[in-house]
Structure formats: structure tokens, C-alpha cells
């Protein structure tokens, strides 16, 4: 059997150089040993979190860059605009407080669970994976990034550097929505973000509505995207036509049937745009 | 900073870090997880681990003073940084202000989430020491706690900010009444509780376990020691050849379960074989690598297939694979309904529910040379220490004084723990390698392989006359007892006797069977079938209350059993029945609700919000279903003069080792605080029975009433005064005080016995019955508990999601020895009637861990109003029965009323999780 190696690289080139040959890269480590059971690794795990730099928000005027690092308490607490509301609300329904002290954002979305928490805000967002690897560097968007469950467009030997949130115009909201069995510690039937900007008048000028855990891989629902702006903020929720949600492709799980899923997808989206546009 | 790059994942390094305010080098491979770490390196087992997920918490210690899973965490990653665990809150042995918190409020029942709740707490006191509510769930959110519905957790964090103050112990003949706080809570408190993985003897050998992947098929075992060769970490297997009597169970007959499957597996999870070694290396080892040839055979998945597949017995014993059918009839039910002015009916389902105590099954044993006789010792955690040490010593074909059962603290049972697990396969085991052997059970094998809360199908039909008096219940019920027998029994024969509920019923047929399926094995699980029952009789009644055009809780007062009325049996209860005495005190309660709902209503037109109330009545015998169930305890006086009481009431978080001093106490009339305890210990204990049906406050209770009063008797004739005389201790002077004369007797040098006291008293009480007949009547019972809950609900009609918004619960106690106690039993079983109702469903290979399978959070469960009613029982000691059980029953059927309140439909399957109810609001079936 291998020698598996434990490594713990202080700097992000470090950290690549040992990615070259491959590895599991370990950050909060809330999905790393579940999915692991008792079993022994069998390959390098490249802990990453004494990289200073990766643990970083940086808001700048383009953009806001949330490093590889960065845990879901660090989120919540971060001075964020209003169109971070979403992913903030997200932050606060990742498991308990003390996975949201650990957990990473790029980690859940590297994990690429259908149910990720995560996922649906910085879609809706229009949020960008930055990947590095000796090579070079590489941005791709976060729908690009997600190929199914538990499987991304990472190559082996890159790292996740960051997830770049391209700014909003000033004013635009987020709200998330999650629907569980219990108050906290619950994987999601099913969930919503959006993101919605408006004019002076109150017309929606942009709108994102993201929703997961009802099919492989969170989607986006561009037929409502496409008939919301122009349109009075405060007639949005009332828009959402069943129609919009069928790009999703829900299961019967023991969470819930499909049959339930896109039914209640369907009401939250309407109530996440209500709270973005009230 | 240490850094251990370029280190082998598996191979050892030092790991410097501050661990309590200590600073400490690890030497352990850096992924090891820091729970592991602290537990294993540094002896620090107060950090517990229920799930080695991040999905329950109680492994919660404090990162450079944030909480985080230590399950989770590689120890590298706590290089360099600070660790606080539970035993860092009192480092010089005085307990915080949170920890005194926790014991005043009766925080800690069992304890095993008691260590990741206090530092979760810490956590936020120390960022903010006057939190709301709301911040305090948010912040103990992701701890799961099984025992205490979580109210009593937050009151006692909340205290923190208050002045409150610990109140002195109860003066001599004051115990009982009292809010005394656990006798065994510091250790809760601290982290020293020892629980079943917390201790082993040094160099034990670890055990694990392989298991059935199907539900049914036949096995053949290949090379074993082709494979022990090609896997050097083996040092010893065990299969069903190496166990001398392959059979255990809980009653004497079938003993129908095998300790390691023998060629044939009846359910998935079933024991197959046991690889023995060092923990991690055995543990590695890929299941699959072990030599077990298959043949799938289809199983019986339901009762209706089982009871359908003519010539297909699980168990030859037991044709039509029926363990057992329960028979209580009485009258002429299907006449009377001929005959009613309203019946109701109705087919009731639920599904298997898993006790998710958060301690997975764990322990060891070894054999030990006692004088020259070779013994086994068995450490486990257990809710009944004689049933193992019978039941180890019928495996090893040794008589049972050549085993001792030393029980554990125990983290959690709610009657999960009432059959062996683990006992029998480490008594094998470290038969085989005459080597300690421990094992603990990880959390997907204790949810795969123990037993569950009985599926039950129901038929009921209910009639009433005219003026809204029960004339009839025709009841019919079928409980999926899986693979082995079990408790199945138990609930079949006691299911009968309940299903009339708490009400005066002329004419009652209720007919249950147990059916054998390949499913897990449903056996004990708080309330034994009568959860069930009550959520299928309870909905009628609501229907028959409507039909009658009556207020639904003035109907139940209408046809509660009230003293002088006979049940369903046959049996004239004479004294002790405050059901109508619950209803009485929960009508203002009940106006309060349904004035709030109306209100709640008008409020949320508009809104897919609608409010509603629902109340349910329950009543429970207390012991056992006719069969002997008797309690022995004894107490001593020793030379220090101190009393010591020897307790074999097993405490699983109830209060057992409280309140048995509490009665001892007041029984001799001495300060509680002159008792000293021995535990549970089969070598130094008598036998106290189960923790199970209740039992112990109102068996075991008397035995130690009794058992005080013995030895208060021979103090009195000791010192020369009748047993009427006042008895003190001053140091080691007993005082005697009678009608004016004063006698002292120095004890301080008197003989003593074997056990070191100068005297000692003995009690034993067996609750009398008298056994059931064919048609099921008799008394099976000596006396009943009895409530009534409200619940207060929000349902959202869109999403058929359900909030529970306040619980009501008025329970008759007979007598509450401690208040505090019977609280938190309320409202622990409160919640998981709140699981029961709204969440929890096991489907076997698909919920085996905490996040797909759902118990209530500290987020889900509302405040809860309760009441204790006491028509004292006066067989009982202090006049009290039993709570536990009878804290859960009321609460899903009252949960239920209260969503059919809110939006017209009737619930009939439990769970009622959101799909279903969106199903039922659209007017689906089930």
C-alpha cells in the first residue's frame, strides 16, 4: 500500500507543487472524513489551511473575492452588500455553528453535493470559480464548474483558489430559502436563492433565481430570468409560472418526492423574490 | 509553527498545541482526528463521539474558543492552537457558573451530549454573556441532545445571566418533593463520567464486526485462515462456532436470536463474524475482503408479504410468522357499535423509529481469575445489567455467578438498550482470546443492527351514544417485529390493554399481532406499541367529538376513567387516577389555545399560515404486563456513619441514582446527603430489574422504602427504642429520640459485615396482578400513569410544513420525588413524541446515520407548559408511578389534532413530514 503523506504547505506555490502529483486537498474537513468512514487515506492529503492569503474576503469595487479558505462564519460576519444576503443566510443554515467554524465555501462547492448549501446563492450571484495549478490560473463560472454530483471540472492537479463574486449594481438583494424537516443540521428538500436588482422606479433591471437539492446539480431558471426585468419588482413573485421550473429534474428520496419538490421549489421561489423585492 | 509536512498521513508526529491551558506535544499521525487524540493521548474522554460525522456535536470542543467537531478536525490542523475540552471549565474542581447552571435546571440527563453542550454555551457566553433566546438555540443548534427536549439546556444557559443561586440540599425528611439536582450530575458536568467506550483495560483488543449486507440470505464462511494470513492485523475471528450456546433473547422463550448468524441472516445488519486486533488496523480492513459467499434469498420486506407467504417461517417456531398475538376483549364491541349513535374509523399508520440515543453501543470484557474461579467481566452500557449477566452466562454455558455485569454510565436508551448488543459478542470474544476485548458500535452498526420502535398498522372504529359516552372500541392492530423476537411480545400483549385509552369503555376488542418480517428487529421503544395506538384512537375520539358537536377536551372529560371505574380488563381501579384530574387542570390552557389560534388566524389571513389546537389523553401501566417484575434493594450503615445504599436501579438518565436516595432518605429520616451509592454493579447489587416500562420509581422505589424502613427498624432495636423514634447521626453517634428519651450508640467500633456496615435493611416489592385470561382479563397492571397534552401548532398549507409552537402537558405522577426530574422526563419525551409525529422515519441502508435520519434540534422544540398532577398511588412509594414512558405518548396524537384543527384534514401516517401532509392538504391518500 502507498505511504500516504499528510501535508501542510504554508504558501499557495507550496501548495501546488504538492497538488502536481496529485492528492486530496483537506480544508474545513466537514465532508472529508465522513465520506472517508474508518478507512485509512490512500494518497496525500494537502491540508491547506495554514495558507495565510487563501483565508481572505477582499471587496473590491469589481468584485468581491472570497478565498479558498474562507468558513462559513467568516461569511456571516463579513461586511457584505445586500446582494450577499442570500449566500449570508446560506452561511448561517450550513450545519451547526461549529461546521459553519470550519466548513469553507469553495469547500462545499468542491464537494459538489446536489444538496450543497452553498451552491444556489453563489449561482445566483453569477459566482466564478478561480482554479490554480502550476500551469496557470483559470476562472470559470460556478455552473461551468459543477459537472453533477460530486463531480466539478477541478483537474487533479488544480487547486480552488477562490470564488469571485462579479459585483451587482448597488442596491440589489439576495434572499435564500431552505426547506428541511428540522430547525438546524438538516440537508435540504429543497432550496432557493435569488438575487434581484431594480431601478429608482422599482423595475426589476436583473434577476437570478437559483435553486437546489431538485436536481443534479443546482440550476439557474433562465425562463423566469428572462421575464422578470422590465417587470415591477413587487409583481415578480407573482410571475413564476410552473413552466420556469422545468429544467429541474427532482428525486424521490427519503427527504421527499419529486412530485413534493418541484411543488415546493416552486413556492419558494415565489417567496424568495418576495423578499428581495418587498 | 509546527508544521509536519512531508510526514506520512499514518505515521507518527509531534503535534504541539495548548489543550486546557496546558501545553501538550502529540505524538500521533497528524490526520488523526482530534477527538481521537484527546481521548486516546491525553485521557481526556470527556469529549464523546456519537456519530464521527459533524452531525450530532457532542464531540463540541472549543478551537482557539470557537466550537468545532473535534471528530472532525486532523490533529495538524490544531497545531499551535488552543483546545479547551469540558474538563477545562472546572480545572481546579470548581464547577462554573454554566456547570452549576446545568445541574440546578436538571440539564444533563444522561450526559453523553452534556460535555458538547457546555462548550457549544461557551462558546457563546463568552462572546456574549446575556443572549437571547434565539441566540442561544442558534448556538446549540448543532448539538443533538435525545434525552431533555433542550428547554431545560437553554433555561439553564440563560440562568447563567441571571442571579440565581444553587439552593441548599432538603433537611432530614424533606428529600422527597424536592428539586433536588442529580447526585450524579458533577460528573455529567466535568467530563469523569465513564460511559461504555470511555474505559477498557489496558492493551484490549478491539472487536468489530461484520454484517449481512442483505436482508435474507445464506452465507457460507470461506478461508479463514487463508485470510488471517493475508491480513496480519487479525488476531483472533469469532463465528457462530466459536459460540457455545448461539442463542439469546429477552424472555426464556424463543430464545431465537444468534449471537453470529449461523449460515442463514434474517435481516440486514445481522452479525456474521468477528475480526479481532488493534483498533485502527482491524477497523481498515474492507468488509468485502472477508471470505463470505452469498446466496440472496428474496426477503419478506412487510407484515402483509409475511403474513401472506403461506410455508415461508422466519422461525420455525413461529407459523404464519406470528411471534404473538394480544387479545383484550370485553363486551360486545362490535353490538354496541351497531347500536351507536356516532362511530368513528379509521386505518393508522407509522413507520420504524430509531432511539438515536447519541452514545453508540460500546464496552469490554474479560476474563478475570476471582480466587481461583475464572470469571467473566463485562462493561457495557445497559438498561438492565442482570438481564446481560443471564444472558452472557446462558452463551458461555456458564453459570450466571461466574459472570459480572458492570453496568456503564449510560448515554441514552429510551429502551434501545434493553436488549444486548454488544454483551455477547465481546463475552465470546474474550473467551476465545482470554484477552480483554472492547468494541464500540459505530453509529451506522448500532442504527443497522438494534432494535426499533414497532411499524404499526391500525384499524379502529369507536362509538358513542348521544350524549357523547364511549360505548364501544373495535380495535385491530399489526406491529412489524422484524427478524427476531425480541420485545415483540411485550407490545402485543400490552397494546391490547391500552387501546381503549384512558376513558370508561363498556364494550372493547382489541386484537393485535406481532409479525416476523426480514426487517430490524423492533423491540423496546418508550411506550411499547402504545404510542402507536393512542395516535389511531386518539384522531377518533377528535371524530367523535365532532359528530357529537362537543369541545373535544369536555368529551374526553366525559369518558374519563375516573376512580371506581373498571378498564378495559376487568380491573376496578380504586385509587390514583388523575386523568380528569389533567383535563381539569388544562382547560385554561386549552381556552388560552383556542382563543390564541383564532387570533393567530385573523392574523394570518392572507398567508398560507393556519393556526390550530389539538389535545390528547394517554394512560400507561406502570411494570410489567402481568409478568413478575420484582426490585430488591438494600442499605447499609457503615462505621463512618454514613448510609450506603446499594442500587441497582439502572440509571439511564431518569434519575434513578437520584431519587432512590431520595425515598431511601425520607424513609429513614435522615439528610439525603448522609447517603452514599453503589451502583448497578451484578457482584454488589441485587437485582432491580429493568430500567424499562416505567418501572423504576414505583418497583424499585419500594424496594428502597422498604429496605430503609428494614434497616431503620434494626437501628431503633439497636439503640433500644421503638420504630416510631427520630434517628440522627452526629459523626459516628446514632441519636435516637422517643417521647422525650435521647439514646446515643457509638457505632464507630461496632462488628461489621462483609460489605463494612454495622447493619444493613433489605427490601424487595413486585407489583401484584393477577394474569390475564383468554379474552384478556385480569389486572395487568398495579397501578397506571395518566396525562393529557396540548399542542399548538402552525401549519404552512403551501409548503406542509409544520411548527409546533407550545406543548401543554399535564401528567399524574402519583407523586413527583423530584420535580425537576419528572420535568425533564416530560419533556424529553415530549420532543421525541415530536420526532415521532413530524419527522423521524428509519428506512434500513438508507437513514443509517444523524443526517438522514432526523430527531428534534434545540430549534424544534417549543417551550412547554407542564403540570404535575399528584393523586398519589398508595401502594407507591410517597404515592409515586412512573413518568417515563407516559412523557411521550400523548404528544404526537395532540400534534396531530392540533394540524387537523389548523387545516381540516385528518392525519392517518406518522410521520407527517411535509410531502405527506402537501398530500393530504390536496386532498390525496396516503
Redesign the interface.
Known sequence: MM????????SLPEALAALDGGGTI?A???D???AR?????AE??I?I??IPELRRIEAGTHAVRIGATVTW?DVAAASLPPAFDGLKAAA?EV?????Q??GTVAGNLCNASPAADGVPALLALDARVELASRAGTRSISLAQFLLGPRRTARAPDELVTAVIVPAWPPGARGSFLK?G???????S?AMVSAVVACDATGRVTRAAVAVGACSAVARRLPALEARLPGMPGTAAPESVQASDLDVLAPID??R??A??RI??AR??VRRALAQVVA | MNRPSDLPAQALTAVALTVNGRQVELHCAPAKRLAYALREELGLTGTKLGCDAGDCGACTVLVDGRQACACLMPVAQAAGRTVVTVEGLAPDGRLNRLQRAFLRHGAAQCGICTPGMLMAATDLLTRNPTPTEAEVRDALGGVLCRCTGYRKIIDAVLATATAESDAAPPAAGNAVGHRLPRLDGPAKVTGTEAFGADRAPAGALFLRVIRSPHPRARFTIGDLAAFCRSHPAVEGVITAADVPENSFAVFPTPKDQPVLADGHVRFRGEAVLGLIGEETAIRAIPAEAVPIAWEVLPALETPEQALAATGDWLHEFAPENVLCRGRVVRGDAHGALAGAAFTAEGEFRTGHVEHAYIEPEAGYAEVFDDGGRTRVRVWACTQTPYMDKEEVARVLRLAPADVQVVPSAIGGGFGGKLDVSVQPLLAVAAWKMRRPVRMVYTRAESMVSTTKRHPARIRARLGCDRNGHLVAVDFAGDFNTGAYASWGSTVANRVPVHASGPYAVPNVRALTRAVFTHNAIAGAFRGFGVPQACIATEALMDDLAMQCGQDRLAFRLRNALRAGGVTATGQTLTASVGMARCLEVLAPAWQGALDAVGVRNQAAAGTPLRHGAGIACMWYGIGNTVIANPSTMTIGLNRRGRFMLYNGAQEIGQGTYTIMPQIAADALGVPVTLIDQIHGDTDRTEDAGKSSASRQTFVSGNAARLAALDLRRRLCEMIGLTPAAALELDGTTLVGREAGVVRRLEIGALATDARGDVASGRGTFNPPTVPLDADGQGVPYATYGFAAQIAEVEVDVELGTVRVLHVHAAHDVGRAINPTLVEGQIHGGIAQGLGLALMEEYVSGRTDNLHDYLIPTAGDIPPITTFIVEDPEPIAPYGAKGVGEPALIATAPAIFGAIRHATGVRVDTAPCTPDRLLRLLRGGAR
Open positions: 505511504r500516504a503523506r499528510y501535508l501542510q504547505p504554508g483537506l474545513g474537513g466537514t472529508f472524513h465522513p468512514d474508518a478507512r485509512a487515506a496525500d492529503i491540508d489551511t495554514r462564519s448561517r450545519g451547526g455553528a461549529q461546521i467554524n470550519v426547506l424537516h428540522r430547525r438546524y443540521l438538516v440537508i428538500i428520496d427519503v421527499g418526492t412530485e413534493y411543488e415546493a413556492v419558494l
